[in-house]
Structure formats: C-alpha cells, structure tokens
Nanobody, 123 residues
C-alpha cells in the first residue's frame, strides 16, 4: 500500500521561497512518474508539476512555470518542489502523488493521497 508523507509547508511572505518534500513508501518509487497538486480553499485540486521516473522530463502548470522546480531523489524515495517568488495565490494545501498523463490531464495514477502540507503566502 502506497504511503506519501508531505512536509515543508509554512507561512511565508510574498517573494519568499519554500521547498516541499514528499517521502514515498510501499511502491517501487523509481518506476513511477511523480507529481505535485495543490488545493486552495474553496477550489478544486489542481496539477502543479510532474517529473518522469528518471527525472529527465519535467512538466509545469502555466501558473508556476519559471518559479517552481520539481526534482526527485530515487535513492531516498523522495520528490521535491522548490517554490520561489511565492505569491498569495500560491496559498494552498500541497499534495504529491504518482501520476499518469491522460490526454492533456495529469491524473493521480494510484488514487492515493498523503495528508498534504499547507503553504500560506501573505501579501
């Protein structure tokens, strides 16, 4: 059974940076593409970024392109999200997941979510 544990969120000011981490267990981590999603209060969960199993292909939502960087360490079963130049609209709970691209949409491949980590950006 896959388990995902996100960490690294917090309260920051606009323009600051944060790095989120997600430790994954229960699967052969290096075999899966991984991604980050976020859910703001009152809104649906949305795709943020994805990285393929080997770390060679990266994809980003337009809203974070140029500010966020996704990476992974297969030896540590961990996926990261470096977030720079944070904006108040980045405020959300952030979740990682194994992902699969279906058409133009990124989906949670294993239908498993962690508890998320809250990022709050003040203006």
């Amino acid at each position: 059974q896959v388990q995902l544990v996100e960490s690294g969120g917090g309260l920051v000011q606009a323009g600051d940076s944060l790095r989120l981490s997600c430790v994954v267990s229960g699967i052969t981590f290096s075999s899966y593409d991984m991604g980050w999603f976020r859910q703001a209060p009152g809104k649906e969960r949305e795709f943020v970024a994805a990285i393929n199993w080997g770390g060679t292909r990266l994809n980003y939502a337009d809203s974070v392109k140029g500010r966020f960087t996704i990476s992974r360490d297969n030896a540590k079963n961990t996926v990261y999200l470096q977030m720079n130049i944070l904006k108040p609209e980045d405020t959300a709970d952030y979740y990682c997941a194994a992902v699969l691209k279906v058409g133009s949409m990124w989906k949670n491949f294993l239908d498993a979510w962690g508890q998320g980590t809250l990022v709050t950006v003040s203006s």
